[in-house]
Nanobody, 124 residues
Framework: QVQLVESGGGLVQAGGSLRLSCAAS????????MGWFRRPPGKEREFVAF????????LHAASVKGRFTISRDNAKNTVYLQMNSLKPEDTAVYYC?????????????????WGQGTQVTVSS
């Protein structure tokens, strides 16, 4: 089992940057694939990015590709989401998720473990 805690959210102007972090408890962080999801106001939760256990494979949603980058540091038990060129439509609660499946996961129901979320607000 793993506990996840997100941080790094906040208020930023359009065009700005933020880096989200997700710290995981436990000694087996490298056995989990990780994902970032977001829930915009009044909308369903949506996939943002995925990273494999080693960090060698990543996948980003089309809406964030080229602006957001997922990465991980297994020595620090942390996954990151670097968000650049932020737009007002990126406003959402951002969640990290973990699972021990070994393949690419882009559906929220496939993840067993979730953080509490961190709010990102982008002003125009």
């Amino acid at each position: 089992q793993v506990q996840l805690v997100e941080s790094g959210g906040g208020l930023v102007q359009a065009g700005g940057s933020l880096r989200l972090s997700c710290a995981a408890s436990g000694r087996t962080f490298s056995s989990y694939v990780m994902g970032w999801f977001r829930r915009p106001p009044g909308k369903e939760r949506e996939f943002v990015a995925f990273i494999s256990r080693s960090g060698g494979s990543t996948l980003h949603a089309a809406s964030v590709k080229g602006r957001f980058t997922i990465s991980r540091d297994n020595a620090k038990n942390t996954v990151y989401l670097q968000m650049n060129s932020l737009k007002p439509e990126d406003t959402a609660v951002y969640y990290c998720a973990a699972d021990q499946k070994t393949y690419v996961l882009t559906t929220s129901s496939m993840y067993a473990y979730w953080g509490q979320g961190t709010q990102v607000t982008v002003s125009s």
